[in-house]
């Protein structure tokens, strides 16, 4: 899987200036490759943000958004 990109929104849909970084790895237990986003949440106030993702397979994108609530 390749990223095309990846951003953080908030609850509304806006794009936030936090970098997302991706990588990916392999789960020994399951040779399954499996895609890790990671993004420093220290700098966000509680509530609901989205981590959406688009990657890449054989010339195939596919879009991903992962819903999260941060609670103090």
């Known amino acids: 899987l390749a990223p095309h990109y990846q951003i953080m929104l908030t609850?509304?849909?806006a794009a936030m200036p936090l970098v997302v970084t991706y990588s990916t790895r392999v789960d020994e237990?399951?040779?399954?490759?499996?895609?890790?986003?990671?993004?420093?949440?220290?700098?966000?106030?509680?509530g609901e943000y989205?981590?959406?993702?688009?990657l890449k397979k054989d010339r195939v994108s596919e879009v991903v958004s992962?819903?999260?609530?941060?609670?103090?």
């Open 50 to 54: 989205v981590l959406e993702l688009s």
């Open 11 to 13: 609850r509304e849909g």
């Open 29 to 46: 237990a399951t040779k399954q490759t499996l895609g890790v986003a990671e993004v420093v949440l220290a700098p966000l106030a509680a």
């Open 66 to 72: 992962y819903g999260f609530r941060l609670i103090p």
